[in-house]
């Protein structure tokens, strides 16, 4: 036959470690090193008792610290730029990086993006 008390004997001391309690009726542990102040060393004793708490939302907040992180740091909203693409591409071409083909080809694709923003901004226009 299973005792009633081989549970308290088996999870008492890990609920005492994981929620910083004592048994039912159980005193509050002395300070480990008693004071001359004895308002003082009832303080550290009650606080004793907060620690697995203060434990918990110190591991809570490195985890939010870890997603914030993750979520917003490593987003992939790009930078915006002091340049524009047309000066970019001017740049690359100037620099050499780009041929006299290439070079057109982005300066015509460029020109229809903004072509496009234009119809775009006078459609929004006329709808208001």
């Known amino acids: 036959m299973i005792n009633r008390n081989a549970g308290l004997f088996l999870f008492g001391p890990i609920l005492s470690g994981l929620f910083g309690c004592t048994a039912v009726g159980g005193a509050p542990p002395p ?22 708490l203060f434990i918990l939302i110190f591991i809570i907040s490195l985890i939010a610290v870890g997603i914030y992180f993750i979520v917003f740091k490593n987003s992939s909203v790009r930078k915006v730029s002091k340049y524009s693409p047309k ?3 001017q740049t690359r071409y100037a620099s050499g990086e780009l041929s006299r083909e290439e070079y057109l080809t982005i300066m015509k694709d460029l020109e229809s993006v903004e072509d496009d923003e234009n119809k775009i901004e006078e459609i929004k226009d006329e709808q208001r």
């Open 87 to 89: 000066e970019i591409a």
């Open 31 to 52: 300070p480990l090193f008693p004071g001359p102040n004895p308002v003082l060393d009832r303080m550290v004793v009650s606080l004793q008792y907060f620690s697995p």
